[in-house]
């Protein structure tokens, strides 16, 4: 955020609830006066690591935040966003989404000053260009440019130092980054248009695959650091990663999911009684095949709020203890009924088979299991915590294997061209590598994310 004449840190903090979804490991603001930076971040979400004391030791008109969720680099302090380093006179702070597929490379390169994760090794290979740089104001964009080709993979970036916000997206625009106007002037950028909404901002547009967006006392510019590649947006952002309420390509995630659901139905049809979605991300897609289906819909599992999303917990052990805290049945519902479960995705399964259980335990006499995604057979390396291939359920079982391994009555996954589709936006350009096994860049041969991981 940009934000002349605002108190920084609380708008940030504002916006930062809007995207505790997309992480909750930690949380983090570094905000400026113009004159020096300051950080603050801690474990845990933000009502936890942010309260009126807190925020009134961070004052400015300018500022970054970040919640985590860990994809390269253990979960620890030291690990929480933004990263600070102070460079002669000069205070650098950056919060990163996405994850780096050359660490290796870059470690080597820069040194055991790096630091333990992909984003500090970034702020590291930036500050060294900020200290061979000359000091006129504008070192840190002569930085950037020289700096951001070096980084391979998946990366929205902001950047600050103690007179500018810099907003970066890799050349395939993994994942998304958004730009938005304040109404009593000044900028911001979001990873999603839903924060844009909380802090009062009103849509620009998006950061685009490739560019670096420049906001200071001037204004708003733009930079092409990078040469041109095709827009690759993660698709799990459409099912399952975003606020419902935000859009990417131009379009309403909400929608989206439905049509998943539309979609699924006329792919997959089944004789039940009764549609039940997964809270929350399945909701959508649940509402979408009972009207295409004509099935009626109802709520059979309640969420406890208080609880985290357990597939971006950092541990298999936190994520399958997760799924009993996380939901309950509701008997009344499913007791006699054939159901069928609507879910957006099956990453490793193990959620999957306990929720399956506690379906069956509370009465109902046949599960058909309905998922608004393709079998996740592939490990991502853009910024899901999914390196591993033999822990992902699909990697070496087929849909009647899967099926059998979950106990449910029958299972069926939406198509690749089914999901495709029901994004609306299949011509702008979506990474599918972990359903199709096409990566949109070359992989690392000499060493992996995990390099940077012995405390985990």
């Known amino acids: 955020m940009y934000a002349p004449e605002t108190d920084?840190?609380?708008l940030i903090s504002f916006g930062l609830f809007a995207l505790q979804h997309r992480g909750q490991e930690s949380a983090g603001i570094a905000v400026?006066?113009?004159?020096?930076?300051?950080?603050?971040?801690?474990?845990?979400?933000?009502?936890?690591?942010?309260?009126?004391?807190s925020l009134a030791g961070l004052p400015g008109h300018l500022g970054i935040g970040h919640?985590?969720?860990?994809?390269?680099?253990?979960?620890?302090?030291?690990?929480?966003?933004?990263t600070f380093?102070?460079?002669?006179?000069?205070?650098?702070?950056?919060?990163?989404?996405?994850?780096?597929?050359n660490t290796v490379e870059l470690d080597?390169?820069?040194?055991?000053?790096a630091g333990s994760s992909d984003s500090?090794?970034?702020?590291?290979?930036?500050?060294?260009?900020?200290?061979?740089?000359?000091?006129?104001?504008?070192?840190?964009?002569?930085?950037?440019?020289?700096?951001?080709?070096?980084?391979?993979?998946?990366?929205?970036?902001?950047?600050?130092d103690q007179g500018h916000v810099i907003g970066v997206r890799d050349p395939h625009g993994f994942r998304p980054l958004s730009i938005g106007r304040l109404e009593a002037g000044g900028w911001v950028f979001a990873s999603e248009t839903a924060a844009l909404d909380l802090v009062g901002a009103r849509f620009v547009r998006d950061v685009e695959p490739g560019e670096m967006v420049v906001i200071d006392a001037s204004g708003l510019r733009s930079f092409r650091p990078f040469a041109p590649a095709e827009p690759r947006l993660c698709v799990f952002e459409f099912v399952y990663f975003a606020r419902p309420d935000s859009r990417l390509y131009g379009q309403n995630i909400h929608a989206a999911r439905q049509n998943m659901g539309r979609l699924l139905a006329s792919e997959a049809p089944v004789a039940a009684e009764v549609v039940v979605p997964v809270p929350e991300s399945g909701i959508p897609a649940a509402q979408g095949f009972s009207a295409a289906s004509g099935i009626p819909y109802a709520d059979g599992l309640v969420k406890n709020r208080y609880v985290g999303r357990t597939f971006i917990e950092p541990s298999q052990m936190l994520r399958d203890r997760g799924i009993r805290l996380k939901l309950n049945p509701i008997p009344a519902t499913l007791d006699g009924k054939r159901v069928v479960l609507v879910d957006d995705s099956i990453v490793?399964?193990?959620?999957?088979?306990?929720l399956v259980a506690m379906v069956r335990e509370a009465g109902a006499l046949e599960i058909h299991l309905r998922i608004s995604s393709p079998p996740y057979r592939w490990p991502c390396f853009y910024g899901m915590d999914t390196a591993d291939r033999s822990k992902l359920l699909a990697a070496h079982k087929s849909v009647e294997e899967i099926g059998a391994y979950l106990a449910c009555d029958s299972l069926a996954y939406l198509s690749l061209d089914g999901l495709l589709s029901a994004t609306g936006a299949a011509r702008d350009g979506f990474c599918t590598a972990c359903l199709s096994g096409s990566y949109p860049t070359t992989l690392p041969t000499n060493g992996h994310k995990l390099a940077l991981e012995a405390e985990r």
Request: charged fraction near 20%; charge should be neutral; avoid cysteine.
């Open 8 to 10: 920084a840190a609380h």
């Open 67 to 82: 919640t985590r969720y860990s994809t390269t680099g253990s979960t620890t302090w030291n690990n929480a966003q933004p």
């Open 108 to 113: 080597e390169r820069i040194g055991p000053q």
């Open 348 to 354: 490793r399964g193990s959620t999957t088979r306990q």
């Open 85 to 101: 380093r102070q460079v002669g006179a000069t205070g650098l702070a950056l919060g990163h989404n996405g994850n780096l597929i």
């Open 120 to 160: 500090e090794l970034m702020l590291q290979a930036i500050a060294l260009e900020v200290q061979d740089g000359r000091a006129d104001g504008r070192q840190l964009e002569r930085a950037l440019i020289k700096a951001l080709p070096l980084f391979k993979g998946a990366f929205s970036l902001v950047i600050m």
């Open 32 to 53: 400026s006066d113009g004159e020096t930076v300051t950080v603050s971040k801690d474990m845990g979400l933000v009502s936890q690591v942010f309260d009126e004391k």
